[in-house]
DNA sequence: AATATAGAGTTAAGCGCTTTCCCCTATTCA
DNA sequence: TGAATAGGGGAAAGCGCTTAACTCTATATT
């Protein structure tokens, strides 16, 4: 059988306040002592049982990540570099998919809270701002990363939409393009509002008229980029220009077009988001507005990590910059 | 302050095994006081606490998932169907990802072990026999997906690589190639020895000679498959097809051909495998070898399930069968 | 009529830790 | 020399649940 605490005790004949106090190095514990018992215990093949831990200190040094999917490279990504970090801090990851459904969310929400994870941390689109106010009222420590949900005070890290919007369409001016069409993932997001606010002040800049029939919304996959992409080449008065509001939907945008003889970029540039591997593995390499993605996860567990041990100063929401990244996919127009 | 079971029972005014028998559906309760329980558990807004109940019934229902890279989209997917299905069964999934390194490895199998997950799915490479040793002792239920230790009496689900790679380079002769490069993940996987033993087969089939020039062993990314390649087709007296063994090494291929202004698959012809979605997103696409990648999960975690409830029959290896998947990256040898 | 049995609950002993007091000894200080 | 204090360790009360064993009725069995 698994050695308990007690074993130990019994076997270094001291109580298991003792045994307690050296595993968690807080107390006074005599350094002979603390060898002599860490010695045992190793000699036992002891390890704390952290469920027994965690219902008397109420840690289970757990986290539960909330978020769309995870076998979209995006979040894939994202994941990766939360779950390192959290593993630096002694962490573990739950990951839960909740296909953007508020049933799912929920579902998994109350799991998590059920088994008492430290921390939440959200991802996750839609994310309903009633049970968002559940768990605050529980006083659960949560953090929003990459999604955010307005007018909630809550932690949130994410990176600039707006200027994200902005740098893309800038840069489809800047080569010439007038006739720029947009796909966005769902209007219910936050960051897809915010996307394609950059995209209307772009516009404004250049004095170029914003037209709603150049703005498409789709779905979150390939498929419905190169769907939504293909209804906007087939209407009247082709753009000379895209931007897809993530690297799915422009790739997606870019297979509507070859399927279509359409040559990318000479006859259509196309700028993606999120910088994604996808980006340089696309022909032509795309050109794509970079998101921080390892960033956004440090600073995302960081945050999450500081409210869990009670570091808990005002909530804070951290902006992260984009950046454009250009590739072959955009080109000057053909004068 | 969140209710207990001491506070749903004096509401009740019943005692907390009543009101456990309740939550759990066992032992012998009236139908009215059930119900009557019932309801005031809604009112109270009542979740059992999951961690006390994990240290009194020894069940956490959580699944520990080891895998290299939760990143690799291969994995993310698989992780995806592992999770689906896990959620179905009321399991949540940890994930660990361990980069093939046998120290993140033991270090997440430790801590796996004191949270006491109830099951551990391990889909990581090395898998070190000396701590799956260590844990079949335990008698912590364990099932290896995809990836398999020869020599070791353990539930595994996996695909024949085997036949996988006999598909592949099947596919290629018949083509009319006679000059068929390999690339291989490790020498270490018992998967790429499967594979090229595939490989080897259908060689020999034809009576071509097996060259250990045309055997390249790789990483796991595209970047290194690109270099991989690179050195075979700078090679004295270049292959005119090649069998990469997964999909990223696959699409490294061809941008290395592409680099080199090789024409795929006119002057060569590239085989993947596994299936992901990034055969589909590649130009050409890719023909590859495809594994069953939802069943896969499915199965391991329905394996894993039985042998967590203790419905543990002799321990089994599910073999799955590839399939060839016809694309665009091959083509018969021009004549 | 006496006994067995099934039904509905209760009691209480854990599960393996954490943590707050509390105690004892040895040292230090005035 | 007596009191204060610091250091090292222990006792015991939880944490919130599960479950074996038990009690008490009410009904069925022979």
């Known amino acids: 059988m698994k050695p308990t605490i007690y074993d130990v005790a019994e076997q270094a004949g001291v109580s298991i306040a003792t045994v307690s106090k050296v595993v968690n190095r807080n107390g006074k514990i005599s350094e002979q002592t603390r060898e002599r018992i860490t010695k045992i215990m190793a000699d036992m093949g002891y390890f704390p049982n952290l469920v027994a831990s965690a219902l008397s200190s109420k840690k289970t040094y757990m986290i539960g990540l909330l978020l769309p999917d995870i076998s979209n490279p995006y979040f894939a990504e994202l994941a990766r570099h939360i779950e390192d970090r959290a593993q630096e801090l002694g962490y573990n990851i739950v990951i839960c998919s909740t296909d953007n459904r508020m049933d799912k969310e929920s579902e998994y929400l ?20 009633q049970s968002l106010e559940l768990l605050l009222e529980r006083k659960l420590p949560i953090v929003l990363i990459s999604r955010e949900v307005p007018q909630t005070a809550v932690n949130t890290v994410i990176v600039d939409d707006y200027m994200g919007g902005y740098l893309a369409t800038s840069h489809l001016l800047q080569l010439g393009h007038r006739d720029i069409a947009i796909i966005v993932e769902s209007m219910d997001l936050a960051s ?7 995209y209307r002040s772009a516009l404004q800049e250049y004095e170029i008229p914003y037209l709603e029939q150049w703005v498409t919304v789709s779905e979150f996959t390939i498929a ?14 082709r753009p000379t220009a895209l931007f897809a509001c993530n690297d799915l939907l422009a790739i997606g ?18 700028v993606g988001f999120d910088n994604t ?8 390499s795309l050109t794509t507005v970079g998101q921080p993605i390892l960033e956004l ?15 808990g100063q005002a909530k804070q929401r951290i902006v992260l910059l ?14």
Chains 1, 2 share one sequence.
């Open 110 to 129: 109350t799991f998590l809270q059920q088994k008492g994870v430290d921390g939440i941390m959200l991802s996750t689109g839609l994310a309903n701002p």
């Open 192 to 198: 897809s509002r915010g996307r394609l606010k950059g």
């Open 224 to 237: 419905s980029g190169m769907e939504a992409a293909g209804r906007l080449m087939d209407g009247p008065g």
């Open 253 to 270: 945008t870019i297979q509507a077009a070859r399927a279509r003889g359409i040559a990318v970029p000479d006859q259509l540039s196309v």
């Open 277 to 284: 591997f996808l980006a340089t593995l696309i022909d032509p």
């Open 297 to 311: 996860g440090r600073q995302a567990v960081d945050l999450l990590h500081k409210e869990m041990i009670g570091d």
């Open 322 to 335: 984009p950046e454009l990244v250009v590739r072959s996919s955009t080109a000057s127009i053909p004068h």
